[in-house]
């Protein structure tokens, strides 16, 4: 399993993107906002939490089709099927591939995002907090719609289609924790929730992602 996330880390880091693309986008969203609602200052702290968390999991979603497409092109895929390491285990590596060289990234960078939209000092912590509990599942639920529609023709759109309405749960109580920290509340019972679908997300997603690959195999 390490020399498979080692392998999957160096592919990325060659193709270029890997590690920079979503980072750039979170930029760009983040950049952007200011120009459509304006610079007032308490108008963005009031949207930063939703934006800052809109922006995370559209960056996720840029690279998932990366996830197992190039196996699938060059053959891997199929001798991962047949490897010993079980294609639960493949997933669940693949899935820690993407969050290492996409999630992790966003994680680190949110607090300088954060001030570029005002987002106030306390909540700069639960920020990174439900951003570090939350983006695994966004990169797990995304290695479920990539196995579904690897080696379908455009299947980056019907991937997106299939993993946003997922992706709505984390949305939520991501935001909410950041929102109340901002307010000055307790973030800890969205925090609480975040953590409970990443868990179950941990646990259910490698069997149905397998499943869907070695359908999509057959």
Same mark, same amino acid.
């Given at each position: ?40 200052? @308490? ?8 934006? $800052?968390?809109? +922006?995370? %999991? !559209?960056?996720? &979603? /840029?690279? =998932? ?76 639920? @995304? ?8 080696? $379908?023709?455009? +299947?980056? %759109? !019907?991937?997106? &289609? /299939?993993? =946003? ?54």
């Amino acid at each position: 399993m390490l020399a498979l996330l080692i392998r999957d880390l160096r592919l990325a880091t060659r193709a270029g993107g890997g590690f920079g693309l979503g980072l750039a986008f979170f930029l760009i969203v983040c950049t952007l906002v200011p120009f459509g609602v304006g610079p007032e200052g @308490g108008t963005l702290a009031r949207i930063a939490p939703g934006i $800052l968390w809109v +922006g995370a %999991l !559209l960056a996720c &979603l /840029l690279s =998932l089709d990366r996830i197992f497409a190039l196996d699938w092109e060059d053959g891997s895929l199929d001798l991962l099927a047949t490897a010993p390491l079980p294609m639960e285990g493949a997933v669940l590596v693949k899935a820690a591939a993407h969050w290492i060289t996409t999630g992790l990234p966003l994680v680190v960078a949110a607090p300088v995002f954060g001030i570029l939209l005002h987002l106030p000092s306390e909540a700069q912590l639960w920020l990174v907090a439900a951003l570090l509990l939350g983006t695994p599942a966004l990169s797990m639920l @995304g290695a479920f719609g990539a196995a579904l529609t690897v080696g $379908l023709r455009r +299947g980056g %759109l !019907l991937m997106s &289609l /299939l993993v =946003l309405p997922l992706y709505v749960p984390t949305l939520i109580f991501g935001a909410e924790a950041v929102r109340r920290g901002a307010a000055g509340g307790d973030g800890t019972t969205p925090l609480v929730l975040l953590a409970g679908i990443t868990l179950l997300v941990l646990a259910a997603i490698p069997f149905a992602a397998a499943g869907a690959l070695r359908v999509n195999l057959r």
